[in-house]
């Protein structure tokens, strides 16, 4: 079993930074992408961010695109998303995944085979 634990989440004001962290750790697989997701109250999960191992190539929501920055240190099995300018519609439990390792589309929760228990971001206008 993959366990996946996030943390930096916390209470911002608008137009602040945070960076949340994803360690990884248990049974080795082969994963071939890591995503973040995110949940408001009352609304559905939505994709944020993603990257895939090979190529690295990297993917972003409209709504964080230029403000939020996905990255990982393979020697720690940790993924990052760096969060800048955040607004109050950013507000959600922040969720990292784990794809592997069969390739599905990065944007949909349902290609993603692991998942962390989640991290509140709140963000005070």
């Known amino acids: 079993q993959v366990q996946l634990v996030e943390s930096g989440g916390g209470l911002v004001q608008a137009g602040g930074s945070l960076r949340l962290s994803c360690a990884a750790s248990g049974r080795t697989f082969r994963s071939v992408a890591m995503g973040w997701f995110r949940q408001a109250p009352g609304k559905e999960r939505e994709f944020v961010s993603a990257f895939r191992y090979s190529g690295g190539r990297t993917y972003y929501a409209d709504s964080v695109k230029g403000r939020f920055t996905i990255s990982r240190d393979n020697a720690k099995n940790t993924v990052y998303l760096q969060m800048n300018s955040l607004k109050p519609e950013d507000t959600a439990v922040y969720y990292c995944?784990?794809?592997?390792?069969?390739?599905?589309?990065?944007?949909?929760?349902?290609?993603?085979?692991?998942w962390g228990q989640g991290t509140q971001v709140t963000v005070s206008s």
């Open positions: 995944a784990a794809m592997g390792p069969i390739s599905r589309t990065v944007v949909s929760g349902t290609g993603y085979d692991y």
